[in-house]
């Protein structure tokens, strides 16, 4: 079964206790200031929650980042594996990581081209990361199923379990392709405003 993680980005807490009252436990943020501010005392009472970082993570914000999120899904250069890897020796504490890939090959987009992800991968092994999938956000207004598959190959050449893939508008098809971890934002909580 895949995993939801309800994208509770921009929506007050006000907004998400409903799903907390009804005992959902994987929500998505992706900013480290703004999830701090919401999450940290929730986290405190409740153990169960889990936490995912989708957003891109900017190297001086990695040891806030591991102390509030169990996960992090967009691990996108060799510098901030770097800085992961020290920050999670001193706080003790080693979150799971998605590497993101650039699949559409995108100036704009971050991520790891795909033709490097094995010496990336091996890079992240050395450093001590626990790396359990990859992440992709295909390009926008373009058919997703090729890049979908695309990654889904990629992800079993080197034997990762996790794919996170898929949003409001292309989890479906995401699914097709064996996502392990979808995230929901907009047909959760609404459109942001
Ligand atoms: C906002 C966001 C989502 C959720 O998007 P929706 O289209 O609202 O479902 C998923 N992944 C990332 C990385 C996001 O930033």
């Known amino acids: 079964m895949p995993i939801i993680i309800a994208v509770s ?3 007050s807490m006000e907004k998400i206790t409903p799903l907390l009252d009804f005992g ?3 929500f998505g943020e ?3 200031q703004e999830a701090l501010l919401k999450w940290s005392d929730y986290k405190l009472k409740n153990n169960n929650i889990k936490l995912h970082l989708v957003g891109k993570l900017q190297t001086n914000k990695t040891k806030q980042a591991i102390k509030l999120f169990d996960y992090i899904h967009s691990l996108d250069s060799i510098k901030l594996a770097k800085e992961i890897s020290k920050q999670q020796k001193i706080i003790n504490k080693k979150p799971k990581i ?3 890939i650039n699949i559409g090959e995108e100036p ?3 991520g790891i081209n795909k033709n490097e992800i094995i010496n990336f991968y091996n890079s992240c092994k050395e450093l001590n990361l626990d790396i359990v999938g990859l992440m992709c956000l295909p390009p926008i207004n373009r058919d997703p199923d090729s890049f979908f598959s695309e990654m889904k190959q990629l992800n ?4 990762l379990k996790e794919l996170s893939m898929g949003m409001s508008d292309d989890y479906l098809i995401a699914l097709k392709y064996s996502s392990t971890f979808i995230r929901i934002g907009t047909k959760i909580f609404g459109k942001r405003s």
């Open 9 to 11: 980005k921009t929506f």
């Open 24 to 26: 959902h436990t994987h």
């Open 30 to 32: 992706n900013k480290v």
């Open 98 to 100: 998605f590497i993101q």
């Open 108 to 110: 704009q987009k971050s």
């Open 156 to 159: 079993n050449k080197i034997n």
